[in-house]
Each structure stands twice: as structure tokens, then as C-alpha cells.
């Protein structure tokens, strides 16, 4: 399983930015699919996660209300939508895919044994 992110960027203090995420490998539907971010200093965290079939998402709540994560599944493609962009958001932002549709410890680094290469978001005051 390949992951590949894109999309990153500048972006100014309440500005957008959308960030994706293509897989190749075993079918794209099998996984769960999640986006977590790390800031310089600070340990990897979850931002948010999306069922096979999109039809479960979950969110931290630092982001809840102004980031939504996607998947078009024809695409083999994760996408995450960045609205209302803080300076806190600034992180390189990875993807990650868990082969199980688990109902606990969505969040955790651990439960996610396929990961993306980053990409950098930098949100400007």
C-alpha cells in the first residue's frame, strides 16, 4: 500500500486550503482512512477519520466545525478541506489507512500501519 499527499501550502489566518491523498494497493474501500498532523516540538495527532464508505466520520475537536474529510472512492483519493484556517493548524499533515473498521482508538498512531509522506500546511497571523 502506497500513500501519497499533496495539496499543502500558505495560507492566511481564516483562509481555505484542501489537502489530498491518493492510495494505490489493495482496494481503496477496505480501509479506513484518517488525516493526523505534527506541529514542530509536538507529538503526531489525530485530526480526523472517515469509514470505507464514508458514511462514519469522526473529529477532533480542535478542528470540528471548520475541517471536513472526504473520500472518493472511484478516485482512490482522501481528501481533507481546511476552512477557517488557524495559526495553530500550521503542521505537516499525513495520511494514514487502518486495514480494520474499528470502533475504538481511532485516534492512535498505532492502529495505523500505512502512512503518507506529509505534506506541509503553514497558516499565516
Known amino acids: 500500500v502506497q500513500l501519497q499527499a499533496s495539496g499543502g501550502g500558505l495560507a492566511q489566518a481564516g483562509g481555505s486550503l484542501r489537502i489530498s491523498c491518493v492510495v494505490s494497493?489493495?482496494?481503496?474501500?477496505?480501509?479506513?482512512m484518517a488525516w493526523f498532523r505534527q506541529a514542530p516540538g509536538k507529538e503526531r495527532e489525530f485530526v480526523a477519520r472517515?469509514?470505507?464508505?464514508?458514511?462514519?466520520?469522526n473529529y477532533a475537536d480542535s478542528v470540528r466545525g471548520r475541517f471536513v474529510i472526504s473520500r472518493d472512492n472511484a478516485k482512490s483519493t482522501l481528501y481533507l478541506q481546511m476552512d477557517s484556517l488557524q495559526f495553530e493548524d500550521t503542521a505537516v499533515y499525513y495520511c494514514a489507512a487502518d486495514p480494520l473498521p474499528r470502533t475504538a482508538g481511532r485516534g492512535s498512531v498505532k492502529n495505523y500501519p500505512y502512512w503518507g509522506q506529509g505534506t506541509q500546511v503553514t497558516v499565516s497571523s
Open positions: 494497493g489493495r482496494p481503496f474501500i477496505t480501509y479506513d
Open positions: 472517515i469509514s470505507g464508505r464514508g458514511f462514519i466520520t
